[in-house]
């Protein structure tokens, strides 16, 4: 049974920084893709970025320089560092990781294990 923990939300201004992790129970593969996904109100899910097993990071365009994914394979943690926040970066953080019958696509890859997200809101 995967389970995905996330922490680390919160409230902040515009400009400041937070940094979200994910702790991975029951998931454990010499081959994965694990990423972050936000959902602002009223829009669709969107990834942010990815990270696979061999280390190699991808970004949306939206977070690129701004967003930092990495892993702790000893604590099968995922971490998303946030700097330089803005308004329109508020919404839920979901941590995901693939599996071969999930229903999300992005990169290429199938995301079908989710956490129960964490809340990001940045004030202007």
């Known amino acids: 049974q995967v389970q995905l923990v996330e922490s680390g939300g919160g409230s902040v201004q515009a400009g400041g920084s937070l940094r979200l992790s994910c702790a991975a129970y029951g998931y454990s593969y010499s081959s994965y893709y694990m990423g972050w996904f936000r959902q602002a109100p009223g829009k669709e899910r969107e990834g942010l970025a990815a990270i696979d097993s061999d280390g190699s990071t991808s970004y949306a365009d939206s977070v690129k320089g701004r967003f930092t994914i990495s892993q702790d394979n000893d604590r099968n943690t995922l971490y998303l560092q946030m700097n330089s926040l803005k308004p329109e970066d508020t919404g839920m953080y979901y941590c995901?990781?693939?599996?071969?019958?999930?229903?999300?696509?992005?990169?290429?890859?199938?995301?079908?294990?989710w956490g129960q997200g964490t809340q990001v809101t940045v004030s202007s």
């Open positions: 995901a990781a693939d599996s071969p019958d999930g229903r999300t696509w992005w990169l290429g890859v199938r995301f079908g294990y």
